[in-house]
């Protein structure tokens, strides 16, 4: 699958989360103080087990570890629906808008994250998942991720995990 990185466009915000009505393609470079809003979508099902997804080898960051499904707010999206999109993109699996909870957002780097929290029953037989993407998926508790954390199998790029988990 070919890179969309190039036509992707992304809204500006500022350190606040405020738009600045600045649009700009995801591979151009940003100004000071301006940021990108990502999202990261956990999925936690009743016997309080994750679902996390494995990324693909060819990609460029962290190609082959583990995390759980997110990516980029485009321009004009808002956050819940970017997560929603993600988790569709990323592993064919529909979620239920109302099961879903943003439970944090701050600001990292040149990032405002947007934590999402679903509690939702997902049969992960009935994934398709995005070759470019993910190349796995599965459920792992929370002592499961902190072992593949220490073990360096899963992505590190979130300093609120712990308090998650």
């Not at 649009?23 to 087990?49: A, F, L, Q, T």
């Not at 679903?118 to 995005?130: G, P, S, T």
């Amino acid at each position: 699958m070919a890179d969309t990185s190039e036509i992707e466009l992304l809204d500006m915000y500022d350190k606040n989360g405020n738009k600045t009505g600045i649009i700009r393609k995801r591979s151009e470079p940003m100004e000071d103080e301006e940021y990108h809003r990502i999202v990261h979508v956990w999925i936690k099902n009743s016997d309080n087990k994750f679902l996390i997804t494995k990324r693909s080898p060819e990609k460029n960051f962290c190609p082959d570890m583990w995390e759980c499904p997110g990516g980029f707010v485009v321009s004009g999206e808002e956050s819940a629906a970017a997560a929603l999109r993600e988790v569709k993109e990323e592993t064919g699996i529909t979620l239920t808008p109302d099961k879903g909870e943003l439970i944090s957002s701050f600001t990292e780097g040149d990032y405002l994250k947007d934590i999402w929290l679903f509690n939702e029953y997902i049969d992960i037989k009935n994934a398709v998942l995005q070759e470019s993407e993910t190349c796995g998926i599965k459920f792992a508790s929370k002592d499961d991720i902190v072992k593949m954390i220490g073990n360096r199998e899963f992505v590190l790029y979130v300093k609120y995990i712990y308090d998650l988990l």
